[in-house]
C-alpha cells in the first residue's frame, strides 16, 4: 500500500511506518524548525494507518510515539509535557494545532474523511476521554495518561510551563454562545491582575451561526491576529470548529490554536464541570447531561459506539 501525501503538507519523516489499529506509532523530525509547515502526511484505509509526521517542537527532543484508537492516532503524552510543548511552541511563534479527541470525534471520523483529516493533520492530539483510555488498554497500547481539554487548559491557566514562557499565556476565544467567550476573557484577565492566575485575556469574538466561510472574514482573522494571542480557543461545535481552523490555520499568525468547546463554558461560570471523582471514573457525561440536557443524543450515540468498537476488539482479539 503506498501513501499519498495530503494535498499541501510535506513528506517530514525519515521513517514511515504502517500499523494495525492500536500498534505504537513513531515518526522522526528530518526537518529544522525555521521549514515547518502543516504537519502530517497521513493515509487511511480500513484499519490500516500510514503516519508520516515532524516532531512539532525542538528537533533536538526525538521522535513523537503515537497510539492509535478507531483509527485515529493520540500522543504518548501527560498533561504536563503536553503543557511544556505549548509553551515551547508559544516561545518560538510555531504554528501547532492541538486536537483533543473524544470518543465523539473517532465516531464522527468514522463517516467524514476531513474530519478525520483534521485530527491526523495535528501536531499535538490527545486523549480527551475515558473510554479513549479504556481502548487503548484493552488493545495493549496503554496511554499513560488522559488529557482532556479542560484539564490541559487549567494546568496552563495556574501555572504550568511558566518555567519555559514567564509570562501570561495571551488567549483569545473564538465561539461559544453570545456573550460567553467575553466573560471568559474578562475573567482570565481578572484572574492575572489579582495574581491568580497566569493567563491573559487579549479578545473574544461571538461568530453567530453563519458557515465557515462568514466566520473566516478578513476582518475576523485580522482581529485574532492583531491581538497578540498565542493560544487560540475556537468553540463551534466539534465538526466545525475543527473545520474552521483548517479552513483558517495559514491565515493565523496566533502559535497555538485548539477547538475546546465546553472550555469557554468553563472559565466563563455558566457551565460547571463535573467533580473530580466523576472524570477519574468515566462518569463525567452523566454531569455533562445534568448541566446541558441537550447532549443526551451526543452521548447515547458515543455509548453505541463503545459497545460497538469493544466488542469488535473483543472478537479480533486486538
Partial sequence: MSSTPVPGAKHWASRRTILRMGQE?????????????????????????????????????GHRKLVVVGGLPFDRVTTDEAATQICEAVVQRQSMLVSTPNLSFVTAAQDSPEF????????LSL???????????????PLPQRVAGADLFDALRYGAGQSIL??????????GPEGVA???????TAEWLEGRGFMQGVGAIYPGHGSIEDMSSDDL???????????????LGA???????????????????????????????????????????????????KEEPELFDRYWNDGKGLIRMWFARSHTGL
Fill in 25 to 61: 506509532v513513531s515518526s522522526c523530525h528530518t526537518e529544522s524548525l525555521a521549514a515547518r509547515s502543516v504537519g502530517s502526511s497521513v493515509l487511511a484505509r480500513d484499519s490500516m494507518l500510514t503516519v508520516s509526521a515532524a516532531h512539532p517542537l525542538e528537533t533536538e527532543r
Fill in 116 to 123: 478525520r483529516l483534521s485530527v491526523l493533520s495535528s501536531d
Fill in 127 to 141: 486523549a480527551d476521554g475515558t473510554p479513549i483510555m479504556w481502548l487503548a488498554r484493552k488493545q495493549g497500547t
Fill in 166 to 175: 514567564a509570562r501570561p499565556l495571551r488567549v483569545f476565544f473564538f465561539g
Fill in 182 to 188: 467575553q466573560r471568559a476573557s474578562d475573567t482570565l
Fill in 221 to 235: 482573522i485580522h482581529q485574532i491576529n492583531a491581538s497578540g494571542a498565542d493560544f487560540l480557543v475556537v468553540a
Fill in 239 to 289: 465538526r466545525k470548529g475543527q473545520a474552521w481552523l483548517m479552513h483558517n490555520r495559514h491565515r493565523l499568525t496566533v502559535p497555538v490554536m485548539s477547538h475546546l468547546g465546553a472550555v469557554v463554558n468553563f472559565v466563563a461560570g455558566t457551565v460547571r464541570r463535573a467533580p473530580r471523582f466523576m472524570r477519574k471514573w468515566g462518569m463525567e457525561w452523566l454531569w455533562r447531561i
